[in-house]
């Protein structure tokens, strides 16, 4: 189908294989891209079939993610595809021998980006550049490289650009910072109280230092340093004073998914209030086509700057580097053996 008009939202699907109605929906609405859960990742078969189908109805030139961290976060899981290990090992194991985590980082998560392009998947949702805090909710925990910035950025800047090097999209999240967090923004709206010093010194600093990749995805948390009330996803003066500028982010911004707790109103209000905080693109998630129907209704096509990012991240896709699979397969096998 080539190159199209797409509209910015990115939409999941009901289960493994799309119906009749969810392709007249892709053909007729052109979503900028589509997400994959566990409910849709059955088999590499099945997983190939669906990502075919949706750039038959959206276009080639879409993008086709996933959420696969390792650990706990991973969409496609055993017994079709290995099990991976979380964030943290790979800090643990920064703390004794530095050179080993990094070359663990960038070999296994090759083999990550192997699973996903075999089957069309494009964007890997990953990896996670939230410092947690004593205290913060666990919803972080392990899936960070880390409890501190420095620790996080370099294995975290690895991890993203072992992604782009196997021929798969890393997207940052959550901006500006989720770690500090003691509610879990699925079920309520957390509320970060921390200083604009405390929260420029540490939170902030992976964001920044990774400000150079191409996707990022926002954080449903209030920092009242900056919003008082607004969560980040729809504060404007967030989006445009701190990601933006402070941060230096200039890749396309989506937000995290509208179905959470942590935002108010009906999914079309709220997506809405998400597109006119600054964010390029709307994520939402539930695969549900009546709720998919009434956020693609308000949303406009992607242009301006939001096209010139879609665009932009899409020209970071390129063919995969060399690299040596079986000393990653051993490595992954160390990794898994250690976790477990």
């Known amino acids: 189908m080539g190159s199209i008009a797409h509209k910015a939202f990115i939409c999941g699907c009901s289960g493994p294989d ?5 392709r007249a ?13 566990a409910r849709n990742c059955v088999s590499r078969e099945q997983i190939t079939r669906l990502t075919d189908g949706v750039r038959e109805c959206a276009g080639d030139d879409v993008l086709v993610l996933v959420d696969q961290e390792g650990g706990r976060v991973q969409r496609m899981g055993e017994p079709e595809w290995r099990a991976y290990p979380p964030a943290r090992a790979f800090a643990t194991l920064y703390g004794s021998d530095r050179d080993e985590a990094l070359a ?53 800047r690895a991890m993203a650009e072992s992604l782009l090097a196997g ?6 999240k959550h901006v500006p ?17 921390a200083s604009r010093e405390e929260l420029e010194a540490t939170d902030f600093r992976p964001f920044a230092a990774l400000a150079d990749m191409p996707l990022a995805m926002t954080a449903h948390v209030v920092l009242r340093a900056f919003d008082e009330d607004a969560p980040a ?6 989006m445009t004073k701190v990601i933006r500028e402070q941060l230096g982010i200039d890749g396309l911004v989506m937000s995290d998914d509208l179905d959470m707790a942590a935002l108010s109103g009906k999914p079309g209000d709220r997506a809405q209030a998400v597109l006119a905080a600054g964010c390029d693109v709307v994520l939402h998630c539930s695969g549900v086509l009546e709720d998919m ?17 879609f665009r932009a991240a ?21 990794m898994i053996g250690e976790v477990t």
Do not use: Q, W
């Open 18 to 22: 799309l119906t009749d109605n969810e």
């Open 167 to 172: 021929g798969v999209l890393p997207v940052i």
């Open 104 to 156: 663990a980082v960038r070999l296994v998560t090759r083999l990550m980006a192997d699973d996903l392009r075999e089957v069309g998947i494009n964007t890997d949702c990953a990896p996670v550049l939230d410092v947690p805090v004593s205290g913060a909710h666990e919803i972080i925990g392990d899936r960070s490289y880390g409890d501190d910035p420095e620790t996080i950025i370099v294995l975290a």
């Open 25 to 37: 929906f892709l053909r007729d609405e052109r979503p900028c891209g589509l997400i994959l859960f």
């Open 233 to 238: 996803t729809v504060s404007r003066f967030i």
């Open 177 to 193: 910072g989720h770690g500090r967090a003691r509610a879990d923004s699925h079920k309520e709206l957390p509320v970060i109280d």
């Open 314 to 334: 899409l020209d970071r896709l390129k063919p995969p580097s060399p690299y040596d699979r079986e000393k990653a397969l051993a490595m992954l096998d160390t």
């Open 293 to 309: 129907t009434r956020v693609a209704h308000v949303v406009p096509a992607l242009d301006g700057d939001g096209e010139a990012r």
